[in-house]
């Protein structure tokens, strides 16, 4: 039984930061493709930033002040978000697919935690 488990998120001011982080369960961080995802009301998700072994990727929304990586011996993955931006007010939500190389469309992840949300003002 695969479990994702996000946590970190919560309220901040804009310039803020906040480290989010993926818990995995039945499913091993190494060597699998993830992607962190938001969703702002009435908005689609979008994905922000994916992770395949040294390999990412950034929106362009968010390159250069969010940083995901992984810590293979915790089993998680995370998303460090530095200057956050009213604009970064939205659900997050962690996902995972098996896959041979980075994979930069969310629509294709099949394992997906609940979301954590998080609050710029």
């Known amino acids: 039984h695969v479990q994702l488990v996000e946590s970190g998120g919560g309220s901040v001011q804009t310039g803020g930061s906040l480290r989010l982080s993926c818990a995995a369960s039945g499913y091993t961080v190494a060597d699998n493709c993830w992607a962190w995802v938001r969703q702002a009301p009435g908005k689609d998700r979008e994905g922000v930033s994916y992770?395949?072994?040294?390999?990412?990727y950034y929106d362009d929304s968010v390159s250069g002040r969010f940083t995901i990586y992984q810590d293979i011996a915790k089993n998680t993955v995370y998303l460090r978000m530095n200057s956050l931006k009213p604009d970064d007010t939205a659900m997050y939500y962690c996902?995972?697919?098996?896959?041979?190389?980075?994979?930069?469309?969310?629509?294709?992840?099949?394992?997906w935690g609940q979301g954590t949300q998080v609050t710029v003002s």
């Open positions: 992770l395949y072994r040294d390999s990412t």
């Open positions: 996902a995972a697919r098996a896959c041979g190389g980075l994979t930069l469309f969310h629509g294709l992840y099949n394992y």
